[in-house]
């Protein structure tokens, strides 16, 4: 074996050792030894891809998949990150359906359709935006909402913080409300105080008059409008602080 050759496979499995014990450790090892040869420099890159996928968003498990899968996950990853996109999202949804089971082609699916999604979201909502509002945002698109209205939630609501009405926007038309009174009512309610509150009570309103059909949705969702920007209250779906935004399942 060549020097070059051994020095490679040494210092890869260095690497790869320090990087289990301690990022900062693997990370001291790259730097002194890249100055020593270009060639182990391309057969760590090489190497270490193939083993592990590290992000400072999250931490891609190819273990989780199979080896074809795994491979095509990589190669999304990679063009995401090419691109400026957040990782975190696409592997949380990659992990999701290996959870459930779901084959590798339905997986790649949806993983793809999610990053260009992101793109998309990125472009509507701003460089500025937090991962969790272009997370939040790829969705409303996937889910059918366009662009525009998602710049326009955007700009009701300070940086950082428009997740909430994003996610409540995109369960209200999951519930079959038209997403031009969808987009009115959550625009006039995320520019009142504790406008988060508030959307909270109107996914909650939609979410059970849904049941009963999308008309009576609409018309739940109009009452609950007036009686918030008036100031009234309805003691069938309070506003409180302790709940959450339900993340409309991905299709």
Do not use: C
Request: no cysteine; glycine share 6%.
């Amino acid at each position: 074996m060549m020097h070059g050759a051994k020095t490679t496979l040494w210092l890869t499995l260095q690497l790869l050792s320090a990087s289990i014990a301690s990022p900062l450790a693997a990370a001291t090892l790259m730097s002194t030894t890249l100055r020593d040869t270009a060639q182990a420099t391309a057969s760590i890159a090489v190497s270490i891809d193939t083993i592990l996928f590290r992000d400072p968003q999250g931490q891609f498990d190819a273990a989780r998949f199979d080896t074809l899968t795994a491979n095509a996950l990589r190669l999304l990853l990679d063009d995401a990150v090419a691109k400026g996109l957040p990782t975190a999202p696409l592997i949380n949804r990659a992990l999701e359906g290996a959870a459930r089971r779901v084959s590798g082609t339905r997986i790649l699916i949806v993983v793809r359709a999610h990053a260009a999604a992101l793109a998309d979201a990125k472009r509507a909502l701003g460089g500025a935006s937090t991962v969790a509002e272009l997370d939040a945002g790829a969705t409303a698109l996937r889910a059918g909402i366009d662009a525009n209205t998602l710049g326009m939630v955007r700009n009701t609501r300070p940086a950082g913080t428009a997740v909430t009405a994003l996610v409540v926007l995109t369960d209200v038309v999951q519930r079959g409300v038209p997403t031009s009174t969808a987009r009115e009512a959550v625009i006039t309610i995320a520019r009142i105080p504790r406008s988060d509150d508030a959307l909270l009570g109107l996914q909650s309103t939609v979410a059970k008059y849904s049941q009963r059909g999308p008309g009576m949705a609409v018309e739940a969702l109009n009452r609950y409008v007036r009686s918030t920007v008036t100031g009234a209250v309805l003691p069938s779906t309070p506003a409180t602080s302790d709940r959450k935004p339900t993340r409309p399942p991905d299709s």
